[in-house]
């Protein structure tokens, strides 16, 4: 499956974002102080109920899969991305130089 990459959305060039099955994604430790919260008219954002650092998304519209902040992994080399999306709204001075399709808003 192909994954996101999403610079405008967190606003640093390097969070980089992943798409998998809610299945395939399992927390280790700290399951228990996950809060999610409707954090948009589309979607619902999972986080850390201590500290805030933010795991998922939820799109309610593609419900098949959440996205993931690659940079809460253990190994987040191991996570290439797939494609870009937003890419319309990403900051001004930040161009891939990579060939990954870009996507204006959401993945289709």
Do not use: N
């Amino acid at each position: 499956m192909p994954l996101p990459h999403l610079p405008a959305q967190l606003g640093r060039p390097r969070d980089r974002v992943r798409e998998r099955s809610p299945e395939d994604l399992v927390f280790t430790k700290g399951a228990d102080k996950l809060r999610t919260f409707k954090s948009s008219s589309f979607g619902h954002r999972t986080f850390c109920g201590e500290c805030g650092t933010l795991f998922l998304m939820k799109v309610d519209h593609q419900p098949e899969t959440v996205d993931f902040t690659v940079a809460t992994l253990d190994e987040p080399e191991a996570v290439a991305p797939g494609f870009h999306i937003f890419y319309a709204s990403r900051l001004a001075w930040f161009e891939p130089a990579d060939t990954l399709p870009r996507h204006d808003r959401f993945r289709p």
